[in-house]
Nanobody, 123 residues
């Protein structure tokens, strides 16, 4: 599956952004979908994941209550709604797909990656 992320930008602290990821070239409902992020000089980290049906979600502790992952299987889209943004959320955000059939936080479980979209939160 090919992934194309969009929606990043510059926002002030406390603001909101919605990231989108369009999937193509595969059966979308086969995949667990996730968002990862990579800040300058840091390792890429898991942010959120959603099961194929959307019934199960998992979040990084620091984004719980602020970020919401969702998917629209009819449109082959996955979203990350980000609210109450903080400067430490600044990073390149990547969407990823896993065909493993279960939610995993491990980068190695995700075989398909989008190109990344930059989110910058100013203080």
């Amino acid at each position: 599956v090919q992934l194309q992320a969009s929606g990043g930008g510059l926002v002030q602290a406390g603001g909101s952004l919605r990231l989108s990821c369009a999937a193509s070239g595969g059966t979308f409902t086969r995949y667990v979908m996730a968002w990862f992020r990579q800040a300058p000089g840091k390792e890429r980290e898991f942010v959120a994941a959603i099961s194929w049906s959307g019934a199960s979600t998992t979040y990084l502790d620091s984004v719980k209550g602020r970020f919401t992952i969702s998917r629209d299987n009819a449109k082959n889209m996955v979203y990350l709604q980000m609210t109450s943004l903080k400067p430490e959320d600044t990073a390149v955000y990547f969407c990823a797909a896993s065909s493993k059939g279960y939610i995993s936080l491990a980068r190695a479980e995700f075989g398909s990656w989008g190109q990344g979209t930059l989110v910058t939160v100013s203080s």
